[in-house]
Each structure stands twice: as structure tokens, then as C-alpha cells.
Nanobody
Framework: VHLVESGGGSVQAGGSLRLSCVHS????????MGWFRQAPGKEREGIAI???????TAADSVKGRATISKDNAANTLYLQMNVLKPEDTGMYYC????????????WGRGTQVTVSS
């Protein structure tokens, strides 16, 4: 599975961004996709997960400000981020988990998000 992220950029605190992750065609009936981010000098953090069953989850750090969704017809996963904070700055990656067991097998190259105060 090939993943390509886009939609990052530089915004002021309080602003919004919508990240997109286009994926190649797949053969798996069950899968999960996730958004992760990594800030400079920090460990990678899971942001939100989409399950092919339709269930979504979000990390406490972004709950209420981030919405993960998917357009299956367009092979695209989205992450809508609102009320952005400087601590949201980082490289955002999407990843594909074939068995929904937490072992994300495929990763995109990321898109940079920079939030200024």
C-alpha cells in the first residue's frame, strides 16, 4: 500500500488545517489507518485511528479538535484539525495497519504542520 500525505502548512494558533492521505488500491477487507505526528526532539505520537468498520478514535491531546474521516471512493483519509496550538507543530504521517493489531505496516513520508503563536 502506497500512502501520500498532503495539506500541511504554516498557520497561526487558533487556525485550522485539513490533512489528506491518498492510498493506493488494496485487497484487504479489514484494515485500520492512523494519523501520527512527531515533533522535533520528541517521540512519535498517535493522533487518531480509523477502523474499516467505521469506528474512529482520537488521542486525548487532540480530542475535540481533531476529526478523522475517510472517503473510500477517493481512497483518501482525512484529518481535520481545528483550534491549532503551537504544540501541534510537527511532521504528520499516515499509516496503514493491515490487521488492525497496532503493527502499522505501511507509512507515508509525512506532511509538515507548523503552528505559530
Amino acid at each position: 500500500v502506497h500512502l501520500v500525505e498532503s495539506g500541511g502548512g504554516s498557520v497561526q494558533a487558533g487556525g485550522s488545517l485539513r490533512l489528506s492521505c491518498v492510498h493506493s488500491d488494496y485487497i484487504y477487507s479489514r484494515y485500520c489507518m492512523g494519523w501520527f505526528r512527531q515533533a522535533p526532539g520528541k517521540e512519535r505520537e498517535g493522533i487518531a485511528i480509523y477502523d474499516s468498520n467505521g469506528r474512529t478514535t482520537a488521542a486525548d491531546s487532540v480530542k475535540g479538535r481533531a476529526t478523522i474521516s475517510k472517503d473510500n471512493a477517493a481512497n483518501t483519509l482525512y484529518l481535520q484539525m481545528n483550534v491549532l496550538k503551537p504544540e501541534d507543530t510537527g511532521m504528520y504521517y499516515c499509516a496503514w495497519d493491515v490487521g488492525c493489531d497496532g503493527s502499522y505496516n505501511y507509512w507515508g513520508r509525512g506532511t509538515q504542520v507548523t503552528v505559530s503563536s
